[in-house]
């Protein structure tokens, strides 16, 4: 140190505002070597800039990135959210088509339930359409019967007036020969004079028959059963007077 030099202290050194220009010393093992080499403080501070700069790029990231995850994980969240409203929705239509489903296996029973009661009711109403085929024709037969019965009826009651007619008039026949046999019995022949005597109905007189009359007089009686509208002649056994006929019309006839 020379003469005009002198001695200044660090404090009193100016300040420095930049590292460009600045060096410091430093030590550096190479190969197990120890040697002094020199260290640019400007490059210091440039990595140290660089080490800022990446800081800050990286605290920047992590920002991007917690704001990414947190914006990740609202997402996932959302995305939860809707998948559960998605399967919850999914639920929903799945209950829904249960439901469905159920309603239709319903429907599709109660349907087969009703389409077996509209058989039934097809058989029935068939069974019920012949048995009032059945009926009607029992009726038109029973119908025709009773026609028929109220034919053979009149018949009958046609037959029987006639009948009764007819015993009526054999009956008035009957009457009216009995009195006719009454009358001629009433009037039997007489003998007069020697000759025979006979009593004339359509004159009501007597008349002389020419015949001699000889022997017993013999004379024929008559009987007419009320019930059965019979009549019956009565004769002795030498009965040879005149004889008498009923015809089917009730008409009494002498035969002489």
Same mark, same amino acid.
């Given at each position: @140190?020379?003469?005009? =030099? ?11 505002v930049?590292?460009?220009? %600045? ?7 190479? $190969?197990? $070597? ?8 400007? +490059?210091?501070? !440039?990595?140290?800039?660089? @080490? %800022?700069?990446? !800081?800050?790029?990286?605290?920047t ?6 704001? %990414?995850?947190?914006?990740? &994980?609202?997402?996932?969240e959302?995305? &939860? ?13 799945s209950?829904?088509?249960?439901a469905?489903?159920?309603? =239709?296996?319903s429907? %599709?029973?109660?349907e087969? #339930?009703?389409?077996?009661?509209? !058989?039934?009711? $097809? $058989? ?5 359409? &012949? ?7 029992e ?6 019967? #009773? ?8 018949i009958?009651?046609?037959?029987? &007036?006639?009948?009764?007619n007819?015993?009526? +008039? ?6 009216a ?11 039997r022949?007489?003998?007069r ?5 006979r009593w004339?109905e359509?004159?009501? #007189?007597w ?10 007089? @013999?004379?024929?009686t ?6 059965t509208?019979?009549?019956? @002649?009565?004769?002795?056994?030498e009965?040879?007077?005149a004889?008498?006929?009923?015809? #089917?019309?009730?008409?009494l006839t002498?035969?002489?």
């Amino acid at each position: @140190m020379t003469g005009q =030099e002198r001695k200044i202290k660090i404090s009193e050194l100016p300040p420095s505002v930049t590292f460009n220009g %600045l060096w410091t010393l430093g030590y550096l093992e190479t $190969k197990g $070597k120890r040697m002094s080499v020199k260290v640019s403080l400007s +490059e210091i501070q !440039t990595a140290y800039d660089d @080490m %800022l700069s990446a !800081t800050e790029t990286a605290r920047t990231a992590t920002t991007d990135m917690r704001r %990414l995850e947190a914006t990740v &994980e609202e997402k996932e969240e959302e995305r &939860e959210n809707f998948y559960s409203r998605s399967q919850a929705m999914v639920q929903g239509w799945s209950n829904d088509e249960q439901a469905r489903k159920d309603a =239709e296996a319903s429907r %599709l029973e109660v349907e087969a #339930e009703r389409v077996e009661a509209e !058989t039934e009711r $097809k $058989k029935a109403e068939a069974a019920r359409v &012949e048995t009032e085929g059945v009926r009607i024709v029992e009726e038109q037969l029973r119908i025709r019967a #009773e026609d028929e019965r109220k034919a053979e009826e009149l018949i009958r009651q046609k037959q029987e &007036e006639d009948r009764e007619n007819g015993t009526l +008039e054999a009956i008035l026949d009957a009457e009216a020969a009995t009195n006719r046999l009454n009358a001629l019995s009433d009037h039997r022949d007489e003998i007069r004079d020697g000759y025979w005597w006979r009593w004339n109905e359509e004159t009501g #007189e007597w008349y002389n028959t020419g015949e001699i009359a000889k022997g017993n007089v @013999m004379f024929a009686t008559f009987e007419l059963d009320p019930f059965t509208g019979i009549l019956t @002649m009565f004769t002795d056994e030498e009965y040879t007077g005149a004889n008498f006929e009923l015809d #089917e019309n009730g008409i009494l006839t002498v035969v002489i």
